[in-house]
C-alpha cells in the first residue's frame, strides 16, 4: 500500500483504507477508513459487538482484515494494554519477573517506566495479589518498555472505580506528552472520552461519525446510539468547557 501523503513529513503512524473483517459468517467491521497521527488521543466508542476490540486488532496486526489494507510507517513500534490478561492465580509470579518476560533493550528506560507507572513499590508482590488497578499499571508499564510511537489499549480501566480511572488517565497523559506518542484507546467511559480526546470515532460495525469529541456530541447517530447518557456528558463537556475559558480565558486548552 502506498504511504499517505501526510507520512512523507513523518505525522501519520497508520492509515487503514476501507477495511473489513468477518468471523463466523457475521461481518465484525466494514468499510473502516481512520489516520492515526503522531501525538494524538483518539478514543473509540461503541455498544457491546461493535467491533471495537476487532479494530485494535487489526491496526496491531493480530487479525488480518478481510479486505482492505493498513499502512504502517517503518519500524513502527506499538505498546498494547490488552482488556484482560488471565494468569493462573496459583502461578508464582512476581511484578519484576512478570516484567521481566518483556524485552526491553534500555535498562535506563525501564526503571523510567516502572517509575513512572508507579510499579516500584510492587515489584516483589506476587501478581495474583494485586488489585485491579494495580495490575492495570503494570500492564501499562510492560507496554511502555519498547518505547511505543503508539500505545493501544483496550478497556484500560475496566474494573476500576471512579477515582482510579481519573488517576488511570492523568498518568497516560502524562506518559503521552513525555513520549509524544499516540494513544488508541477503547473506553465506555463517555465523561474521559469528552475531556481528554482529541478524536473520537463512534463505531457500530461501521463508522457512523468522527471527529472532535464536541462534533461527535453532536452528531444524531452517536445521540441515538448512547441516549441520555451522551446527552448527559454533553452537557458536562459544555460546562467544564465554559467554566474553564470563564475563569481561564489566558491558558485556553485545545481539545
Not at 497521527?37 to 476490540?53: L, W
Request: glycine share 8%; net charge negative.
Amino acid at each position: 500500500m502506498n504511504a499517505p501523503i501526510a507520512s512523507r513529513q513523518g505525522t501519520v503512524l497508520v492509515d487503514v483504507k476501507q477495511v473489513s473483517l468477518s468471523a463466523n459468517s457475521r461481518r465484525i467491521i466494514d468499510d473502516i477508513n481512520v489516520e492515526i497521527t503522531k501525538g494524538e488521543i483518539v478514543t473509540i466508542v461503541g455498544p457491546n459487538g461493535a467491533g471495537k476490540s476487532t479494530l485494535l486488532k487489526s491496526i496491531i496486526g493480530i487479525v488480518q482484515p478481510d479486505s482492505g489494507q493498513i499502512w504502517r510507517k517503518q519500524k513502527l513500534t506499538i505498546g498494547y494494554v490488552p482488556q484482560k490478561l488471565h494468569i493462573d492465580q496459583h502461578l508464582p509470579l512476581s511484578v519484576q519477573r512478570f516484567l521481566n518476560l518483556a524485552s526491553c533493550d534500555d535498562a535506563n528506560w525501564a526503571k523510567t517506566s516502572i517509575d513512572n507507572c508507579g510499579v516500584t513499590s510492587l515489584l516483589n508482590r506476587q501478581v495474583s495479589t494485586l488489585s485491579g488497578g494495580e495490575f492495570q499499571r503494570v500492564l501499562l508499564c510492560r507496554a511502555l518498555f519498547n518505547k511505543p510511537d503508539m500505545l493501544i489499549m483496550d478497556e484500560p480501566t475496566q474494573g476500576l472505580d471512579h477515582l482510579g480511572t481519573i488517576g488511570f488517565y492523568q498518568q497516560v497523559i502524562t506518559l503521552r506528552d513525555q513520549l509524544g506518542c499516540a494513544i488508541v484507546m477503547v473506553s465506555h467511559e463517555l465523561h474521559v472520552v469528552m475531556s481528554e480526546s482529541d478524536r473520537v470515532i463512534c463505531l457500530n460495525g461501521h463508522i457512523c461519525c468522527q471527529g472532535t469529541p464536541q462534533q461527535v456530541a453532536n452528531n444524531p447517530e452517536y445521540l441515538a446510539m448512547f441516549g441520555q447518557e451522551a446527552a448527559g456528558m454533553m452537557a458536562i463537556y459544555r460546562h467544564e468547557h465554559d467554566h474553564h475559558h470563564e475563569h481561564h480565558s489566558g491558558d485556553h486548552h485545545e481539545h
